[in-house]
């Protein structure tokens, strides 16, 4: 077999034992498990309505319109029977079964009936709608892991660091305050449903597979599942839960005082790990809806061809990196600090994954192992230069500001400016040729 079929093979068959794994914790522990979590998808309450959905979707990019049109009317009409069935029982309403089961049944089906190029589409898209869902379950599994494996958190130490670059949180708290309900609601939608606007971007980026037979080589769904599965690893590393909870009214006891979002507290020269409880996730070093929403802008620059995306796909990248920046602050889930890593973070992933057909050379080489660098450097720095960020925040912020700004301007020159000279040059032959 190929290398590349090897690796495949052997991530399929690590799934089912990871998620048996995680389910055995869950129940020694107490709390639900990803095979539980999925059987209430089949079966259940679905614990979310819009990532089955988005599972589907995705799926769907695989197969031809007919086919679409089938899997779409049965999903929509299992939900309307399993939501009936629940609102009739006195249960909450909620959607998701339909997509779960129409999903499975897809894969099967098409494992078992269709061949050649129209069976490895849809095989393939399928794998990505259920990694997609899956990665949903492990990930809520790995939150509970931060709370049981690190029952103290390091918020004094980046509350000192995030003063560096101006108490951002408490300065978007604030601002939130008086923009309203509507501005918090509609900032909220986004927050919640960033899987959503990945999806629509992957499906704009997967449209032609279908009609032309080819899947790019680089595409959104990558780097969301790749960035969800490095990034938390450092939810261990760098415990963190908040401003809201940490300094505000959310921290069931436990907060340092209700500071958050009016008053930033008092710069304590002495900080240390601070005990805190068995409810709150320890995820927010670094900013994975920073990192996230980072990718979704990225993703919208350029088509998967390496032509400019429409105005309206840039357009909507941009509002949503924005909305999500500023509704991480302005909720009290973030420091700044937390989405520089983030951001970090994701252009880090991001390099050693675009272009694969360009291969590893320096240029890609240089990147990733600054990018890993650039984190190190700023995770120490939080932990044990805080004092001194928080005592001289001008010349660290700037410095912490210049380290991502310099990393952004490697990742512009080697995967954005490099495409722009080629495009031109292709059009100035185009135009010497008529």
């Known amino acids: ?37 999925l059987w209430q998808d089949y079966v259940g309450t679905p614990k979310s309505m819009s990532v089955p959905w988005a599972g589907l979707v995705l799926a769907l990019v695989g197969i031809s319109t007919r086919r679409r049109i089938i899997a779409l009317s049965a999903a929509v009409t299992i939900d309307v029977v399993w939501a009936g069935i629940r609102l009739l029982a006195g249960e909450s309403f909620a959607i998701g079964n339909g997509p779960v089961i129409v999903l499975t049944g897809l894969a099967a089906y098409a494992w078992l009936r269709w061949d050649g190029t129209e069976r490895r589409n849809a095989l393939h898209a399928a794998a990505l709608g259920a990694l997609l869902i899956l990665a949903t379950k492990v990930g809520d599994v790995w939150l509970h892991v931060t709370i049981m494996s690190r029952p103290t958190v390091l918020d004094e130490y980046v509350l000192l660091a995030d003063h ?31 899987p959503v606007a990945a999806i629509v971007v992957a499906v704009w980026q997967l449209r032609r597979v ?15 599942l790749v960035l969800g599965l490095v990034g938390p690893i450092v939810y261990v590393i760098f415990p963190v839960v908040g401003p809201m909870f940490a300094f505000g009214a959310d921290g069931h006891g436990l907060q340092l005082g209700n500071y958050w979002p009016s008053v930033v507290p008092p710069l304590d020269r002495n900080p240390m790990p601070m005990p805190f409880d068995s409810a709150t996730p320890r995820n927010c070093m670094p900013s994975m809806h920073t990192a996230w929403a980072l990718s979704v802008f990225l993703h919208t620059r350029r088509d998967t061809d390496g032509g400019p995306a429409p105005s309206v796909v840039r357009w909507g990248g941009a509002f949503w990196l924005l909305a999500t920046v500023t509704a991480t602050l302005g909720f009290g889930y ?21 272009d694969p057909e360009r291969g590893w050379g320096w240029f890609r080489v240089r990147l990733v192992a600054g990018g890993v660098l650039v984190l190190a450097v700023l995770l120490l720095s939080y932990r044990f230069l805080p004092v001194q960020m928080a005592e001289y925040p ?5 410095v912490v500001l210049a380290l991502l700004a310099g990393l952004a301007a490697g990742f512009h020159a080697t995967w954005f400016a490099g495409q722009r000279q080629t495009a031109a040059s292709q059009r100035e032959v185009e135009t010497a040729s008529h």
């Open 210 to 224: 279908v009609s032309s037979g080819r899947w790019p080589t680089h595409y959104l769904v990558r780097t969301f």
């Open 334 to 354: 973030h420091y700044g600090v937390d989405l520089v890593a983030g951001a970090v973070l994701c252009l880090t992933v991001e390099s050693a994954l675009r």
């Open 394 to 398: 001008v010349l660290a912020g700037t």
């Open 164 to 194: 560096a670059l101006g108490d951002p949180s408490w300065v978007m708290g604030r601002v939130l305050d008086v923009l309203g309900p509507v501005v918090y609601g509609v900032l909220h939608w986004v927050y919640i449903e960033l």
């Open 1 to 37: 077999m190929p290398p590349a079929r090897v690796w495949v093979a052997a991530g399929v068959a690590a799934v089912p034992v990871l998620l048996i794994a995680l389910q055995i914790v869950a129940m020694n522990e107490g709390f639900q498990g990803p095979l539980g979590s």
